[in-house]
Every structure is written in structure tokens, then in C-alpha cells.
């Protein structure tokens, strides 16, 4: 089992930055990829980004390509998602996910099996 607790959210106004964490506890020696989902009010759990547990892969989902960075010390077990210039459409809550299975490019939600509680990120436009 692997535990994930995230925290880092707030309101923010369009444009700004804010950095999400993600405290993993557990089996995370086992883990093969982290990866941080959204999910907009009525909308279904999206992929946003995912790296390997030894951080030498990354993959973005195209929304957030170029804004958005994760990165991940394993030694601390925590993930990061850092995230510039932030548009109304990022509003959401996000979670932290862990995989045993999963490569960073598999994006489907169903690839992970551990999930955080969810932050939720506002964005003012």
C-alpha cells in the first residue's frame, strides 16, 4: 500500500503560480510512476502529468505542456507539480496517484492504483 496526502492548493488569480505537493508514505520503493490528475466541477478525472519514481521520465498532457512541471525526490518521497501561468480552466481539484504498473505515458486513471484526497486548485480570471 502506498499513502498519498496532498496539500498546496488555494485561490489564485489567472496568471499566477502555485506549486502542489504530494507526501507519499508506504510501499513507495515500489512504485514505478507518480502522477498528478484534475478534476473541473462535472467533468470527468483527467491525466495531467506523470514521472517515474527515479524522475528521469516526465509526460504532460498537451493542456499543460510548457506551464506545468513535476518532479519528485525520492529520498523525501514527495512529488511536486509546480504550475505558471495559470488560466481559469486549471480550476479543479487536483490528486496525486501512484502506480506498481504503470509507465509515465499510460495516462488512464485506471493504470493507478493509489490515490491522494485531492487539493483543490481555484483560479480567478
Known amino acids: 500500500q502506498v499513502q498519498l496526502v496532498e496539500s498546496g492548493g488555494g485561490l489564485v488569480q489567472a496568471g499566477d503560480s502555485l506549486r502542489l505537493s504530494c507526501a507519499a508514505s508506504?510501499?513507495?520503493?515500489?512504485?514505478?510512476?507518480m502522477a498528478w490528475f484534475r478534476q473541473a466541477p462535472g467533468k470527468e478525472r483527467e491525466f495531467v502529468a506523470a514521472i517515474s519514481w527515479s524522475g528521469s521520465s516526465t509526460y504532460y498532457a498537451d493542456s499543460v505542456k510548457g506551464r506545468f512541471t513535476i518532479s519528485v525526490n525520492n529520498a523525501k518521497n514527495t512529488v511536486w507539480l509546480q504550475m505558471n501561468s495559470l488560466k481559469f480552466e486549471d480550476t479543479a481539484v487536483y490528486y496525486c496517484?501512484?502506480?506498481?504498473?504503470?509507465?509515465?505515458?499510460?495516462?488512464?486513471?485506471?493504470?493507478?492504483?493509489?490515490w491522494g484526497q485531492g487539493t483543490r486548485v481555484t483560479v480567478s480570471s
Open positions: 496517484a501512484a502506480t506498481f504498473r504503470a509507465s509515465v505515458s499510460d495516462t488512464s486513471r485506471g493504470w493507478y492504483d493509489f
Open positions: 508506504g510501499r513507495t520503493s515500489s512504485s514505478r510512476a
